[in-house]
């Protein structure tokens, strides 16, 4: 059974993936390399608009997922307070007691952060283990699909009977908090980077955290930051699969046909989702480059599914061409 709480008045009435954790809750950021020690790309951003947008929180909501037959209290009244107070001491949001500076454009937004929990008491050695997992999410009230910022928080901790001092559910609820206080780190993070320069991006696309280095992607591609374009393709050598299909992603919102070459040249042919992936991507950017890759794996390719999606990729290019065609001035 789930349990939503509100906490516009209580949250907000004061001066106001999956990230894992275990043993300890704090978490310490990845080192991060120099911003001399990258290479500036050569382009030119598209100028950022005069005033910032910033967070105007209307509302945190707190769901909860207490394991079958075993719930316990873990204010979610006080959560959300907690949560509201971690995120307006900061200058990128505010709410109704706590105004944005005015040099800002208020965006109105709501929090909704969903908890699952369970623990369980060792029958031996009476050792407490406590498993929480919590996803914050901002959700901007306008309906807009600019990005919002979200964390995933996971801490698992086993408490020896020695250092138990409290009850069961006191516990229990004190691992929830950790998590959200977590949860909100992650999310000031993330939205503090949506107004960043492109050095700034560069240097957490460098980041240890891949979860970090996947919003940094994501901000380049909506803002179509060219002058990211070599560090971009550097992540298509990503160790991590989500990080290179994104990379992928963000090339194409970037619109620059330079990536096409880059694309073509980690396809293999073994790697049937990522090949689909570049065959869209590569198609999706067009020139004579992904016209020659599209047709070779249209014809070359074993899969008869593979080729029948280079062969749909190479007709769409073939329309758009003519479209273009027929709308260019003479």
């Given at each position: 059974m789930t349990r939503?709480?509100?906490?516009?008045?209580?949250?907000?009435?004061?001066?106001?993936?999956?990230?894992?954790?275990?043993?300890?809750s704090s978490s310490k950021s990845a080192p991060q390399p120099p911003v001399a020690a990258q290479p500036r790309d050569a382009a030119v951003d598209a100028k950022e608009p005069k005033k910032a947008r910033r967070a105007m929180i209307e509302s945190i909501a707190i769901a909860e997922?207490?394991?079958?037959?075993?719930?316990?209290?873990?204010?979610?009244?006080?959560?959300?307070?907690?949560?509201?107070?971690?995120?307006?001491?900061?200058?990128?949001?505010?709410?109704?007691?706590?105004?944005?500076?005015?040099?800002?454009i208020p965006r109105p937004a709501t929090i909704r952060v969903d908890i699952k929990y369970d623990?369980?008491?060792?029958?031996?050695?009476?050792?407490?283990?406590?498993?929480?997992?919590?996803?914050?999410?901002?959700?901007?009230?306008?309906?807009?699909?600019?990005?919002?910022?979200?964390?995933?928080?996971?801490?698992?901790?086993?408490?020896?009977?020695?250092?138990?001092?409290m009850d069961v559910s006191e516990h229990v609820a004190g691992e929830i908090s950790d998590a959200v206080k977590?949860?909100?780190?992650?999310?000031?993070?993330?939205?503090?980077?949506?107004?960043?320069?492109?050095?700034?991006?560069?240097?957490?696309m460098g980041s240890m955290d891949d979860d970090i280095v996947l919003w940094a992607l994501a901000i380049a591609g909506e803002r179509k930051q060219v002058a990211l374009f070599n560090t971009v393709v550097k992540l298509l050598s990503s160790p991590n699969r989500p990080v290179r299909e994104a990379a992928v992603g963000t090339l194409v919102a970037m619109g620059d046909r330079r990536?096409?070459?880059?694309?073509?040249?980690i396809a293999e042919f073994r790697d049937k989702r990522m090949l689909t992936i570049l065959i869209d991507a590569v198609a999706s950017l067009g020139g004579p480059e992904a016209a020659t890759f599209l047709d070779f794996v249209a014809s070359g390719h074993t899969d008869p599914d593979i080729r029948k999606i280079a062969r749909q990729a190479r007709a769409r290019m073939k329309r758009r061409k003519k479209r273009g065609q027929k709308h260019a001035k003479p």
């Amino acid at each position: 059974m789930t349990r939503l709480s509100v906490g516009l008045a209580v949250a907000l009435c004061l001066a106001t993936g999956c990230k894992s954790h275990s043993g300890e809750s704090s978490s310490k950021s990845a080192p991060q390399p120099p911003v001399a020690a990258q290479p500036r790309d050569a382009a030119v951003d598209a100028k950022e608009p005069k005033k910032a947008r910033r967070a105007m929180i209307e509302s945190i909501a707190i769901a909860e997922q207490p394991p079958k037959g075993r719930k316990l209290e873990i204010y979610p009244e006080r959560l959300a307070k907690q949560l509201g107070m971690q995120l307006t001491k900061t200058e990128w949001f505010g709410a109704a007691t706590r105004p944005l500076p005015p040099f800002v454009i208020p965006r109105p937004a709501t929090i909704r952060v969903d908890i699952k929990y369970d623990y369980r008491v060792e029958k031996r050695t009476n050792d407490l283990t406590v498993l929480v997992a919590v996803h914050a999410q901002l959700r901007w009230s306008d309906g807009a699909t600019a990005l919002a910022p979200s964390e995933k928080v996971l801490i698992q901790r086993t408490l020896p009977k020695a250092k138990q001092t409290m009850d069961v559910s006191e516990h229990v609820a004190g691992e929830i908090s950790d998590a959200v206080k977590l949860a909100g780190k992650g999310i000031i993070q993330k939205a503090e980077l949506l107004d960043a320069d492109p050095d700034r991006l560069r240097l957490v696309m460098g980041s240890m955290d891949d979860d970090i280095v996947l919003w940094a992607l994501a901000i380049a591609g909506e803002r179509k930051q060219v002058a990211l374009f070599n560090t971009v393709v550097k992540l298509l050598s990503s160790p991590n699969r989500p990080v290179r299909e994104a990379a992928v992603g963000t090339l194409v919102a970037m619109g620059d046909r330079r990536a096409v070459p880059h694309l073509t040249h980690i396809a293999e042919f073994r790697d049937k989702r990522m090949l689909t992936i570049l065959i869209d991507a590569v198609a999706s950017l067009g020139g004579p480059e992904a016209a020659t890759f599209l047709d070779f794996v249209a014809s070359g390719h074993t899969d008869p599914d593979i080729r029948k999606i280079a062969r749909q990729a190479r007709a769409r290019m073939k329309r758009r061409k003519k479209r273009g065609q027929k709308h260019a001035k003479p």
